[in-house]
């Protein structure tokens, strides 16, 4: 049996388990900041339009649409002492942290030179963050195919990820506040510099403490990234993760874009937001740690299916809540959080596993392609809901630093309750036709683990 073969099924340590884990706190450094705080700093800190934003932050995502796929091949085609995937997280850290310094500045220009600047700093960001973000997300598929560890893994991943996220919703403004000085541009702009600097030494931790330990067949080389495509195309329960990956994201960025208008405007208690977007965070960790314990009891496309309409049902409940009742406003938050918590290590122990039913049905495998349009469905869905807050907000009337009333404040309201729970629905009656699972998956594994022993 071939060193790969006996390792391929390994059970980790938990410092590699953590070193993986703790890379989502950085990332999520930036993709809180982008899905908590990006909408309302183009509007009501660089001067945006609400419609243009929305149509800035959904028309960046066809960039998305080639940037992801090509570094997916790039990655599952990169060969070095170190593996893969690994030396990306080294390469794509500090440019990471100059996009997003820059997409947070707000130079003197004219209206069309602020939509230039936004256009070009935001794609920058997102582009910077691909180069990272989609060889991390590959990382898990490879460095155990057990598909307890890779739950495990992602647990601690999305733990790491929903803890940063609590950080950075609780200590954003202050922090702007901190640093501006009364200037909220430049507070922005020097804290983004400072997630930045933490967030590149998280990333070199986790190149330090993992493992790459499943290769592609030597085959893989003689394959092109368009092969790549037409397996996952016809991979369906790939296809079927891609499209709850973007319903999902969709419920996640509309219930926390809209919590900053919701709280100042509807509720007129901006004073709350922190800890409300606090109490979600954690709410969402504690979420993704229950996942392993969880899924002992319910297999993976089950229980999304149960977590989704849970999350709908008290997200409708959520709309009849009267403006005063703040104390069960913030318990359904809790409870809607708590629910979505499982769906992120759920869905990327899915994605790992469909990417060896690719190797398994077509003897190729794709580990990087198969997450990087993962990773893609991840910011369409997120821009969607972004665009879709910011495209709601114009055509209701929505006009920055005012006081809303009428159609302006229903809709407010609705974005933060009963519309995330529509999209959400949608996720659990797509989740029903999720099939590779149980006793499939693991004959999967068994005739890969024969076929590198035969190697």
């Not at 099924?9 to 884990?21: I, K, N, P, V």
């Not at 602020?114 to 990382?139: Q, R």
């Not at 229903?410 to 995330?420: D, E, K, N, R």
Request: aromatic letters at 12%; charged letters at 15%.
């Amino acid at each position: 049996m071939s060193a790969d073969s006996a390792d391929r099924l390994a059970t980790l340590r938990w410092r590699e388990r953590l070193g993986f884990g703790v890379g989502d706190l950085g990332f999520n450094l930036y993709w809180t900041t982008i899905a908590s705080f990006l909408a309302a700093f183009y509007t009501d800190v660089f001067g945006i339009s609400a419609a243009a934003a929305g149509t800035l932050l959904f028309t960046t995502k066809l960039i998305d649409a080639i940037t992801d796929p090509v570094m997916g091949a790039i990655a599952d085609r990169t060969r070095t002492r170190w593996g893969q995937f690994r030396p990306w997280l080294l390469i794509g850290a500090v440019p990471l942290a100059g996009a997003g310094v820059l997409t947070f500045t707000t130079p003197d220009l004219d209206d069309s030179g602020k939509l230039i600047w936004a256009y070009a700093t935001f794609s920058l960001m997102m582009l910077a963050y691909t180069v990272l973000s989609t060889p991390y997300s590959a990382l898990c598929g490879v460095m155990s195919a057990r598909s307890e560890e890779r739950t495990a893994l992602n647990s601690l991943r999305f733990l790491f990820a929903f803890t940063g996220g609590a950080l950075v919703n609780k200590f954003t403004l202050p922090l702007v506040a901190w640093f501006g000085e009364g200037d909220a541009a430049r507070g922005r702009q020097l804290t983004m510099l400072l997630y930045g600097v933490v967030a590149g030494v998280i990333f070199v931790i986790t190149f330090a403490s993992t493992r790459e330990r499943i290769a592609p067949p030597p085959q893989q080389q003689r394959t092109s990234p368009l092969a790549d495509l037409r397996d996952l195309l016809g991979n369906r329960p790939w296809l079927i993760l891609f499209g709850l990956a973007m319903l999902i994201m969709m419920t996640i960025t509309l219930r926390a874009g809209s919590a900053y208008y919701f709280f100042t405007y509807y509720l007129q208690r901006p004073d709350l937001l922190p800890n409300y977007l606090l109490a979600q965070m954690l709410a969402y960790a504690a979420g993704a740690a229950l996942a392993p314990l969880l899924i002992r009891l319910l297999d993976k496309a089950r229980l999304l299916v149960l977590l989704m309409l849970i999350v709908s049902a008290l997200s409708i409940a959520f709309y009849f809540v009267g403006r005063d009742d703040i104390a069960l406003i913030f318990a359904l938050n809790i409870l809607i959080s708590l629910a979505l918590g499982p769906k992120s290590p759920l869905t990327w122990s899915m994605y790992a596993d469909t990417a060896d039913y690719n190797e398994w049905r077509n003897r190729r495998r794709a580990t990087a392609m198969t997450f990087a349009a993962a990773t893609f469905a991840q910011k369409l869905g997120g821009s969607l809901g972004s665009a879709a807050l910011l495209w709601v907000l114009a055509a209701i009337g929505y006009a920055a630093n005012q006081a809303q009333t009428g159609a302006s404040a229903a809709g407010i309201h609705a974005l933060q309750t009963w519309v995330p729970g529509v999209f959400a629905l949608a996720a659990a009656l797509l989740a029903m036709a999720y099939r590779l699972s149980g006793p499939e998956l693991v004959r999967i594994q068994r005739d890969l683990a024969a076929r590198g022993s035969d190697s």
